[in-house]
C-alpha cells in the first residue's frame, strides 16, 4: 500500500566510530510497509541482493553479471520506484559488479559503497563514470564501520584496512563482509570469501544468525565446518547460475545439511524473498 504523505529520513554512516555525517540531508518517499523483507535476486552465475527496510529504505547489494538484474529489480519493486537509497558493491569482480552498469543508468542513486578496490577491465571504469556524471557519492568502507537507519544496522566485518592489499589477483578474499541485525532478523552477507577470511573472522565476531548468504556461489572452498557451527543459518541462500565450477559443490551442500539449515538456491528456486516481522520469516521463491 502506497501513502500519498511525504516522510524524510536519515540515515548516518559512521566510519570506525571517528565520524558520522549524513550521506544526503533526507530522502523523500512513500510511507511503506513495516516488515524487513530481503530479495535474493536470480541473476546467473553472480551475486545480487535487495534488502528493503521499514519504511522502504532500499539497500542494494551487487548487481551480477549483466542486465539480468533490471529483470529482478522490476519483480521485487513497484514500476513507479526508480530511486535506490545505497548500493554497496562487496568486491569489483565482473559477477558482482557489471550489473549495476544498467542499474545506475536506470534508476537516481542516493551512494554507492565498495572496499576502495578497482575492477579489471573496459566495463569498471564505464560504472564509475556513470556514478561520476550522475554525482553519485562514493564511499569507501572497511571493518568496524556501520550503516544505520532506525533500529536496523549493518555492521561491516571485513576487510581489514590493514589486512587490504593495493593489488591482488583476485578480489574475492577482499569482499565486503557485513551483518545486517534489526529487530526481526539477523542476515550474514559473505561476498566470495574463502577459509582464509572465514577463519580470521571465527571468534573475533559473534556470527549466529538467522540467514546466511552462502559465500562465493557455494564453492568448496567456502562455507567451512567451523565457520558454519558459529554462523548456525536456520536459513542459507546459494546465489547461482549455469557454470562450469560444479557450483554449488557437494561439499557445501553436505556441511549445511550437517547444521540442519534449509538450503535455498536461485538457480532452482529462482528469485528468493525474505519477508520478517520479528515474530517469523517467511519465504517466497519467485520465479
Known amino acids: 500500500m502506497n501513502f500519498n504523505m511525504n516522510f524524510k529520513i536519515k540515515i548516518f554512516i559512521s566510519a570506525l ?28 552465475q553472480g551475486d545480487s541482493e535487495l534488502v528493503v527496510l521499514p519504511g522502504n529504505v532500499k539497500i542494494l547489494m551487487d548487481g551480477g553479471p549483466n ?17 535506490i537509497d545505497l548500493i554497496i558493491l562487496s568486491h569489483a569482480e565482473a559477477d558482482h559488479f557489471t550489473g549495476l552498469i544498467d542499474v545506475a543508468k536506470r534508476y537516481r542513486i542516493g551512494a554507492f559503497i565498495f572496499n576502495g578496490l578497482n575492477g579489471r577491465g573496459n566495463t569498471w571504469p564505464e560504472l564509475l563514470k556513470i556514478l561520476k556524471n550522475n554525482n553519485v557519492p562514493i564511499i569507501v568502507l572497511s571493518a568496524g564501520d556501520k550503516i544505520k537507519y532506525l533500529n536496523n544496522r549493518m555492521n561491516f566485518i571485513w576487510p581489514e584496512k590493514n589486512n587490504l592489499p593495493k593489488t ?39 556470527l549466529s544468525v538467522d540467514i546466511l548468504k552462502v559465500g562465493h556461489h557455494g564453492s568448496k572452498f567456502s562455507t567451512s565446518e567451523e565457520f558454519l557451527k558459529a554462523v548456525d543459518p536456520k536459513i542459507s541462500i546459494i546465489e547461482v547460475g549455469k557454470n562450469s565450477y ?34 517469523n520469516i517467511k519465504i517466497f521463491k519467485i520465479p
Not at 22 to 33: A, K
Not at 67 to 83: Q, R
Not at 258 to 269: C, L, Q
Request: aromatic share 10%.
Open 168 to 206: 591482488t589477483k583476485t578480489l574475492n578474499e577482499t569482499a565486503l563482509v557485513s551483518i545486517l541485525e534489526s529487530r526481526m532478523v539477523k542476515i550474514l552477507f559473505t561476498g566470495d570469501i574463502g577459509f582464509k577470511t572465514e577463519n580470521h573472522l571465527l571468534g573475533k565476531y559473534d
Open 67 to 83: 542486465s539480468k538484474i533490471l529483470t529482478e529489480l522490476s519483480k521485487s519493486l513497484p514500476s513507479t520506484d526508480h530511486y
Open 246 to 279: 560444479g557450483h554449488p559443490t557437494k561439499e557445501v551442500l553436505n556441511r549445511l545439511a550437517s547444521v540442519e539449515s534449509k538450503i535455498f538456491r536461485t538457480d532452482k528456486d529462482g528469485l528468493i524473498k525474505i519477508e520478517a516481522n520479528g515474530e
Open 17 to 44: 566510530i571517528i565520524f558520522d555525517f549524513f550521506i544526503w540531508n533526507s530522502i523523500i518517499f512513500d510511507g511503506g510497509h513495516k516488515n524487513l523483507q530481503a530479495y535474493f535476486l536470480n541473476v546467473g
